[in-house]
Structure formats: structure tokens, C-alpha cells
């Protein structure tokens, strides 16, 4: 089954992100939409996502995850050593939700925000709803 990885299509470290993710994704597990887009926002509804959530969500199994625990679920189906870090997962929610909305909160501050959108090649452009 595919897993979903919805992000901030706006936001420079979030696209940086997605690549990342495609770079160490061999199974080709993820397909992935902007939040802003068409699929995006659907996907939301579909899903009952908060519609104040405006960072990553990553759909897997029929069920949605936000915040540090999207982050880990989806490290943990990279390849190398990034599943490691799901071990994190035993950090208490409220503690690694706190890092999380930190580094997401000022996101745009220190990485900016796009102001075109990279065009994926022919294999990656597959990967986008």
C-alpha cells in the first residue's frame, strides 16, 4: 500500500523534505501532495484532518499523523539508517510535538518560502497526486 506525505508546498524546508524523502524511499512506498493543492485539501476532508493543520500529514493505513509522529512513521520506511529515528517514537508526544512546532513555526523565517515550484522529473512526477 502507498503511503500519502501532504506538506506545506510554500515552504523551502518542506520541499527539501519531500526530495529527501524521495532520495531514500527505494521501495517508492510514498506519493505525495501540497496541502494547498486540489488532492491536498480533499485528502483533508476525506481524512477529518484539523483544518488548522498546516504542516506535514502523513496518510498510512486509512489513518492520518501530524507533527513529530508523521515525521517518525515516515522515517521509519526510509532506507538506511533514518529508521532509526523512529526509536523517538517512546518520547512522549508532548515532548517531541513541542521540538516539532518549534522548528515548524519558524520555518519560513529560516528557510524561506518558494517562490516557484521545482519541476519534478518524468520518474518522480509519477509520486505526486
Known sequence: MKHIVLFDGECNFCDASVQFII???RKALFQFASLQSDVGAA???QYEVPEN???I???EDGKYYTESTAALKIARNLSGLWKLFYAFIVV???VRDLVYRRIA???YKWFGKK???LLP???QRKRFL
Open 23 to 25: 532520495m531514500r524511499d
Open 121 to 123: 522529473s518524468p520518474e
Open 43 to 45: 485528502l483533508l476532508k
Open 105 to 107: 513555526k519558524n520555518r
Open 115 to 117: 517562490q516557484e515550484c
Open 92 to 94: 512522549p508526544k508532548p
Open 57 to 59: 500529514v502523513f496518510v
Open 53 to 55: 493543520t498546516d504542516s
